[in-house]
């Protein structure tokens, strides 16, 4: 069970739009139609802001978005604000009922 | 409103063991998958278990060590860990789990292991 690679931290400034990657392989990222993502800011618990790839859950600002291609599946954050800085996780199925976490990306906005 | 409390949490030797609850309010918690996550000090998201009806699944990490369960009767999750090592250390996460992401999370419990 191996965890999702995904960068360490990206930056971007307000009113920019920034991407961050998840990948894994084809037996769990390339191969699953779940995929989500997860933002969490300091000492609090985290937050789900993807479901399924591309589904947002209902009160997550439409700026987020969701994608996949083969392996590697991207998370789309247009219109930075500041209180978007905060640290992502993508997840994914590896194996029916197994999950598996990203080490999580360090968003700064500058 | 969905609510999930933790609690169980604290210091234990290596070897020992800890029993963490989870008790939901604001949904019908019977009709539900529920997981637990944790997160060592200063690290990344680890799924460690997930319980879906009877049906139970672990993380490597923590089979043969971890039991999950549920009280369906107490609205009440369950995580008894036996075998405890330094790095178990975290803290952990109950999260309500459907259609194959986590909606909903507590608060967090810390577990640290130490002599």
């Known amino acids: 069970q191996s965890a999702l690679t995904q960068p360490a931290s990206v930056s971007g400034s307000p009113g920019q739009s920034i991407t961050i990657s998840c990948t894994g392989t084809?037996?769990?990222?390339?191969?699953?139609?779940?995929v989500s993502w997860y933002q969490q800011h300091p000492g609090k618990a985290p937050k789900v802001m993807i479901y399924d790839v591309s589904n947002r859950p209902s009160g997550v600002s439409n700026r987020f978005s969701g994608s996949k291609s083969g392996n590697t599946a991207s998370l789309t954050i247009s219109g930075l604000q500041a209180d978007d800085e905060a640290d992502y996780y993508c997840s994914s199925d590896s194996r029916t009922n197994i999950r598996v976490f990203g080490g999580g990306t360090k968003l700064t906005v500058l | 409103e969905v609510q999930l409390l933790d609690s169980g949490g604290g210091l234990v030797q290596p070897g020992g063991s800890l029993r963490l609850s989870c008790a939901a309010s604001?949904?019908?918690?019977?009709?539900?998958?529920m997981g637990w996550v944790r997160q060592a000090p200063g690290k990344g998201l680890e799924w460690v278990s997930t319980?879906?009806?009877?049906?139970?699944y672990y993380a490597d990490s923590v089979k043969g060590r971890f039991t999950i369960s549920r009280d369906n009767s107490k609205n009440t999750l369950y995580l008894q860990m036996n075998s405890l090592r330094a790095d178990d250390t975290a803290v952990y996460y109950c999260a309500k789990y459907v259609m194959r992401y986590f909606d909903y999370w507590g608060q967090g419990t810390l577990v640290t292991v130490s002599s």
């Open positions: 319980i879906s009806g009877s049906d139970t």
């Open positions: 084809s037996s769990d990222v390339g191969g699953s139609n779940y």
């Open positions: 604001g949904f019908t918690f019977s009709n539900y998958a």
